[in-house]
């Protein structure tokens, strides 16, 4: 077992060795925050990526339902297709002149 002397000679030992080279424990600490701030960069990186992809993904899909919602409005509001449907379901025709009933607004 180490004594409790041979334990504080050690750490004396250690950090007389470490203040004798304080230069390269720095640039060691540096590396250290370096690659740190390389794996969060990557990882904001990837995350950012991620959800640029979704918002594509959702974009396109409104892009689609959109061009359907045009496509589906141009169909529902053709002439002929208004006119057979107000004839079928209201029961409604055009008028012939005799009909036609002129109101004047003075």
């Known amino acids: 077992m180490i004594s409790l002397k041979q334990n504080f000679e ?4 250690i950090l007389t060795d470490l203040t004798r080279h304080l230069f390269r424990v720095l640039l ?12 969060l960069s990557t990882h904001h990186n990837r995350q950012m990526i991620i959800e640029m992809e979704n918002t ?6 409104l892009d689609v339902e959109w061009r359907n919602l045009v496509l589906e409005q141009g169909a529902l509001s053709e002439h002929n297709r208004i006119e057979s449907i ?7 025709y055009r008028p012939s002149p ?9």
């Open 28 to 39: 060691f600490i540096a590396v250290l925050g370096s690659a740190v701030a390389v794996i």
């Open 98 to 106: 005799e009909e036609e009933v002129v109101v004047r607004v003075k």
């Open 86 to 92: 107000v004839k079928k379901q209201l029961g409604m």
């Open 10 to 13: 050690l750490v004396t030992i």
């Open 56 to 61: 594509m993904q959702e974009r396109d899909a």
